[in-house]
């Protein structure tokens, strides 16, 4: 029986090896950005950069109800299975490009990879078919699905390799995994499995005293979670350091109060921006749990469309425009408060007549509606709202003023002034840690 010399064993090239160690190395990079912006997100951070809109947000993907049920049901966030099965890659990849540098057969790592990245390929193709159902991409995670599929191409195409043995090749890859695993679900266990401060306040927080006369801002403060109570003191320093700008209350903007309340709080959004869908849903929960004339409400917009509004430079097809108009033409009826809520409840799959037909089903009225919106009265009132939100210096939507004075979108730190009735320098507010990122006046 002749044998064949370890030299004539296929092995994998250097070069191609080491190009697959890189893309692996930035899909571990790739994938720990992405767990690190989200426990920001809930932590009470800004929004991530991979948010641009409605349909381009990594928000909408990572809140989405197939992540928050491998995060509930394994421990681990996606993005950690992510970094997990670019970490067996990476493993695998540098156990190639070893065994080729000794000329050594690399027949059992190149199977093991291929396992691995077969899997990963099938999955990355099933979770962008996920996110087309949903009509919201995340743009980290179409780079690390092309992260995927080139290395998908090196390992099936270029590297070579002889017949399998599937156990080995299963069981090495499998017990990679599993180490990779072990290793990050510590981290996965304390990474937040909401946005706890976008989250409704009667789950985080005891908000039924909210209407006692026993000092209810110094027991609503201390019921809340650490990071909440952190984003409640940063939204305060960021009020307290605000410059005054005077915008008495407008009699025909206010959707929600009275005129003489002692909090008057305006808000500017936009239709299809999700995290004014947050505030809408929370500014629906405050309406219930506050006093009755503690706090007023008036509406005003801040379009994300160039279509209607010069300060933004991109176009979204005049379908928040749309709303927007449309919002100011009901202003004061009885359909105003269900419209704007349907209309956010939509706003990933909205049109402009999924708009109309929210607005209206009657020929009559929609005529009617149509008129307004087409007015040059109405451009008016929206061309001030956009120059009003200007004076407040905005950087996006959406915005938050209190009493004349920039706050932010933070439930409850709205929730505290309003408490507080307005007064910043409640005692009861010593209670929250020290801004993490004070403010400079």
């Not at 291929?114 to 743009?139: D, E, M, N, Q």
């Not at 307290?240 to 909090?263: H, M, Y």
């Not at 004014?276 to 006093?291: D, N, P, Q, Y």
């Amino acid at each position: 029986m002749v044998s064949i010399p370890a030299a004539a064993n296929p092995q994998a090239k250097t070069s191609t090896t080491l190009i697959l160690i890189g893309v692996a190395v930035l899909a571990c990079l790739l994938t720990l950005y992405q767990w690190i912006e989200l426990v920001q997100l809930r932590s009470g951070g800004a929004a991530p950069l991979c948010s641009f809109s409605a349909s381009l947000d990594c928000t909408g993907v990572w809140n989405s109800k197939l992540s928050g049920f491998i995060h509930e049901s394994t421990g681990i966030p996606i993005a950690g299975w992510g970094l997990a099965w670019s970490l067996v890659v990476l493993a695998l990849s540098l156990w190639t490009w070893l065994q080729s540098r000794r000329g050594q057969s690399t027949d059992d790592a190149v199977w093991a990879l291929r396992l691995v990245v077969g899997a990963g390929t099938l999955i990355s193709l099933l979770l962008l078919a996920y996110s087309a159902y949903l009509k919201v991409f995340c743009p980290t995670c179409l780079l690390f699905y092309l992260s995927v599929w080139v290395t998908a191409y090196l390992v099936f195409v270029p590297i070579k390799a002889r017949g399998a043995d599937w156990f080995q090749s299963a069981l090495l890859s499998g017990g990679l995994l599993v180490a990779s695993l072990a290793i990050l679900i510590y981290p996965g266990l304390h990474t937040p499995r909401e946005n706890l401060i976008t989250a409704k306040l009667s789950g985080v927080a005891n908000v039924k005293q909210v209407k006692t006369p026993a000092n209810p801002l110094e027991e609503f403060l201390n019921s809340l979670p650490v990071a909440v109570q952190q984003a409640t003191s940063d939204s305060l320093e960021t009020y307290r350091k605000s410059p005054f700008t005077s915008t008495p209350p407008d009699p025909k903007r206010i959707t929600f109060g009275t005129l003489n309340a002692p909090v008057h709080m305006i808000e500017w959004t936009d239709i299809r921006c999700p995290h004014c869908k947050h505030l809408e849903e929370a500014l629906t929960e405050l309406r219930g749990i506050t006093t009755p004339g503690s706090w007023s409400q008036e509406s005003r917009h801040f379009p994300l469309d160039s279509d209607c509004n010069p300060k933004v430079g991109r176009s979204g097809g005049g379908i928040s425009c749309l709303a927007a108009k449309l919002e100011i033409c009901l202003m004061g009826s009885p359909e105003f408060s269900h419209v704007r809520a349907t209309m956010f409840q939509e706003q990933a799959n909205l049109t402009k007549e999924r708009i109309w037909e929210i607005a209206s089903k009657d020929p009559e009225r929609r005529k009617a509606l149509e008129s307004c919106v087409a007015s040059p009265n109405t451009a008016k009132i929206l061309n001030e709202d956009i120059e009003l939100a200007e004076k407040y210096q905005l950087e996006g939507t959406p915005l938050v003023v209190l009493n004349g004075r920039k706050g932010t979108a933070v439930p409850a730190f709205i929730l505290g002034v309003i408490m507080a009735k307005g007064h910043d320098d409640d005692p009861a507010f010593l209670l929250l840690p020290a801004p993490s990122h004070p403010v400079a006046q």
